[in-house]
């Protein structure tokens, strides 16, 4: 099972782009690979909503 240990969004000359890494986990709970890593550019306009109101409730709420 591939399990998400971090992403970003960022901004970049391609569109938004998101980085994330992961870690691998086999069926009894041990970790078998870790800190992998991968990218893509956004182009699903349903995800791209989601970032906006990410970003939204962060400005409203924290600065």
């Not at 086999?26 to 078998?32: H, P, R, V």
């Amino acid at each position: 099972m591939k399990k998400i240990t971090s992403f970003t969004h960022l901004t970049t000359g391609e569109g938004d782009r998101i980085s994330y890494t992961y870690s691998e986990v086999d069926e009894k709970g041990n970790i078998t690979s870790q800190n992998n890593k991968g990218n893509f550019v956004v182009i699903d306009s349903d995800l791209t909503a989601h970032i906006r109101a990410i970003q939204e409730s962060i400005q409203e709420k924290h600065l």
